[in-house]
């Protein structure tokens, strides 16, 4: 009896080991980000950067119709907002974002909706969730390859006058917290 025990043991054992082996030789698979507000699957991008590069560009339009270009933007510090429509810590920010941008002259924000959604209908939600600087609706299999895919959102990048990335925000940032950022590094918003 010990022996068919014994043997018993060895097979479910090995079986448990075989089972290991095979599930560590797939490949990882991309779980869907589920939104809490509509509960809807996302599925992952298909491509991704790991990191944003040092002088990061891009040139992509503006739902106004015009392009925005990032580069034009040299000489005055940007902060190049990630966000989505259904992502409540996006919307609580937006309005400080706002003001930030229409209180300083050397202080530009671009609002990229990392977001699944027709122009329509963003300007049919920007009216409800009205923001004075630009926003461009990136697209979330493609977004711009200078930066770092999102990894959660708000994703908020400060972009120096010379157009080096200074600083990434995950989560909500405040004002306050930008213009701390832009005095630690010893410009105090200046060019």
């Known amino acids: 009896m010990k022996r068919t025990m014994r043997t018993g043991l060895f097979v479910v054992l090995a079986a448990l ?18 939104d ?17 590069a040092e002088y990061p560009t891009f ?36 309005p400080d974002l706002d003001a930030l941008d229409k209180a300083r002259d050397d202080i530009d924000v671009v609002g990229l909706a990392y977001d699944e959604i027709e122009a329509a209908d963003m300007r049919a939600f920007l009216k409800e969730h009205p923001v004075s600087y630009p926003i461009v609706i990136v697209d979330v299999f493609a977004p711009p390859a200078d930066f770092a895919t999102p990894r959660g959102l708000p994703m908020t990048h400060l972009i120096a006058p010379d157009g080096k990335a200074l600083k990434p925000f995950l989560g909500p940032v405040t004002a306050q917290e930008i213009e701390e950022a832009i005095a630690a590094h010893g410009k105090e918003g200046k060019a």
């Open 59 to 94: 040139k992509l339009p503006a739902l106004d119709g015009s392009t925005y270009d990032l580069a034009a933007h040299r000489g005055k510090w940007v902060v190049v907002n990630f966000w989505a429509t259904w992502c409540a810590p996006c919307l609580k920010e937006m």
């Open 17 to 34: 080991a075989a089972c290991k082996r095979e599930a560590e030789a797939e490949p990882a698979v991309a779980i869907p980000v589920v």
């Open 36 to 52: 809490e507000v509509s509960a809807q699957a996302t599925p992952e991008p298909r491509s991704s950067v790991d990191a944003t």
